[in-house]
């Protein structure tokens, strides 16, 4: 069924990188662990080096689950939610550096590492 707004919704974002202090929001999934339904997001300096995202933020948001532990992060493929595309970030380099943006969104892979059991979960 199509949908057709009878006026224009124009309004200003209320989530303006202005508005987090010199943070930015930045989202990031982990795929085929849908323990976790949806990305987290985090207000993050754009200076926060790419290498620190692990155990800054990925592990106290994803750590409960059993696999979160066997990561090897060498081995992590990263991608941008936007485009699909496979990302080779610089993890000493900084957010910003790697090109990240407010309210980016990433996601990475684990390859071996596929849910509880192999189930996605």
């Not at 124009?10 to 989202?27: C, M, R, S």
């Not at 991608?79 to 993890?91: A, H, N, T």
């Not at 900084?94 to 684990?110: C, M, P, Q, V, Y």
Request: charged share 25%; glycine share 8%; hydrophobic share 35%.
């Amino acid at each position: 069924m199509t949908v057709v707004a009878r006026e224009k919704y124009e309004f200003a974002p209320k989530d303006t990188v202005d508005k987090f202090h010199g943070a930015q929001l930045l989202y990031i999934g982990w795929e085929d662990h849908l323990m976790f339904c949806a990305p987290f997001c985090w207000p993050v300096p754009p200076t926060m080096r790419f290498g620190d995202i692990p155990q800054a933020l990925l592990a106290p948001a994803y750590g409960a689950h059993p696999d979160f532990a066997k990561i090897d992060w060498n081995k992590v493929e990263w991608y941008d939610s936007g485009s699909g595309r496979r990302m080779q970030p610089d993890v000493n380099k900084s957010i910003a550096e790697n090109g990240l943006k407010h309210k980016d969104s990433l996601r990475f892979r684990t390859p071996g590492l596929d849910g509880l059991k192999g189930c996605s979960f």
